[in-house]
C-alpha cells in the first residue's frame, strides 16, 4: 500500500512494485548527484517540462533508496520499468510533487 501523505509513489521495476520515497537523506544525495543549486530549481525543471532522462533516473534512484531498496545507478540502467521513459518521468514527477505536498492539498 501507496501512503501518498507520506511521500510515497509506486513504480514496478524489473517485474517487482517498489515503493519509492525522498527521505532526507535521499533529497541531500539527489542534490548532490545532479548538482542542482537547490531542490526548488528541481523542481522547477519537471513543471516547466525541462527535465533530462538523468534527472528521472536520479530520482527514482533517490526514490528507491529511500523507500529502503539497495539500488545502484548501475542497476538502474539495466533495470526495466513497467511502462518504459514515460512511466518512469511520470513518478519521477509525482514523486516531488507528493514530497513536497502540503497535508490537505490535492
Do not use: H
Not at 27 to 42: D, F, N, P, R, T
Not at 52 to 61: F, H, K, M, R, T
Not at 80 to 93: Q, V
Amino acid at each position: 500500500m501507496v501512503n501518498r501523505w507520506a511521500g510515497e509513489v509506486a513504480l514496478v521495476v524489473d517485474g517487482q512494485r517498489r515503493v519509492l520515497k525522498l527521505t532526507l537523506g535521499a533529497l541531500a544525495e539527489l542534490e548532490q548527484e545532479l548538482g542542482a543549486g537547490s531542490l526548488v530549481e528541481l523542481v522547477q525543471r519537471f513543471e516547466g517540462g525541462a527535465y533530462s532522462s538523468g534527472d528521472v533516473l536520479a530520482l527514482i534512484l533517490a526514490g528507491l533508496r529511500g523507500g529502503g531498496m539497495d539500488v545502484t545507478c548501475a542497476d538502474m540502467l539495466r533495470a526495466e520499468i513497467e511502462g518504459g521513459p514515460m512511466a518512469a518521468a511520470r513518478a519521477a514527477a509525482e514523486l516531488l510533487a507528493r514530497t513536497f505536498m502540503v497535508p490537505g492539498e490535492s
